[in-house]
């Protein structure tokens, strides 16, 4: 029986951030939940592929970048 709170093996990436920061958050019977330390993503979705992982952490990047732009605009 594998731990929560572990690392994933092999490399997974977070479906919203592009992070690889990814950690076992609770099994269940259809599988794993997965915890993202960078965006707090919860999920059982991970990507596998590294290309569209960088892909997705440049534009979460940029996403943070116009939040911060427009936050400042607020105030
Ligand atoms: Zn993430």
Redesign the pocket.
């Known amino acids: 029986m594998e731990k929560a709170g572990k690392e994933p093996e092999g490399e997974v990436f ?1 479906p ?4 690889h ?2 950690y076992y958050f609770v099994g269940g019977r259809g599988g794993w939940i997965y915890e ?1 330390k ?4 919860h999920g059982s979705v991970v990507i596998e592929d590294s290309e569209i992982a960088v892909e997705l952490r440049e534009k ?1 990047k940029q996403s943070l970048k116009n939040k911060e732009e427009n936050s400042e605009g607020q105030k």
Request: hydrophobic fraction near 15%.
């Open positions: 977070c919203r951030c592009g992070s920061r990814l993202c960078d965006c707090g993503y979460w």
